[in-house]
């Protein structure tokens, strides 16, 4: 059974910095693009970041790009989105997910299948 375990949410002030982590296990985890998403209630859940299996490749939302950075770890089945500058808007549910393919980075929710429980990440004024 795949499980995708995130940590490292929480409350920061704007301009501050947090990394968040997300633990996979149940899957070769080396052989996955992985990706991170965002959520806040009431919209669609936003793409945030992706991987290729080798951490070679990265794809970023465009509100993002600049201010996080997507990592992975493959030798302990961990990737890493750290994220500086942050925003009030930033302020959602992130989302750890594991991609249906090695290569391919998408911005789609529909090329992940498996997902994790969420963090949430707060950005004070």
């Known amino acids: 059974q795949v499980q995708l375990v995130e940590s490292g949410g929480g409350l920061v002030q704007a301009g501050g910095s947090l990394r968040l982590s997300c633990a996979a296990s149940g899957r070769t985890f080396s052989t996955y693009a992985m990706g991170w998403f965002r959520q806040v209630p009431g919209k669609e859940r936003e793409f945030v970041a992706a991987?290729?299996?080798?951490?070679?490749?990265?794809y970023y939302g465009d509100s993002v790009k600049g201010r996080f950075t997507i990592s992975r770890d493959n030798a302990k089945n961990t990737i890493y989105l750290q994220m500086s500058s942050l925003k009030p808007e930033d302020t959602a549910v992130y989302y750890c997910?594991?991609?249906?393919?090695?290569?391919?980075?998408?911005?789609?929710?529909?090329?992940?299948?498996?997902w994790g429980q969420g963090t949430q990440v707060t950005v004070s004024t």
């Open positions: 997910a594991s991609a249906r393919s090695p290569y391919y980075l998408s911005r789609s929710t529909a090329e992940y299948d498996y």
């Open positions: 991987i290729n299996w080798s951490g070679s490749i990265t």
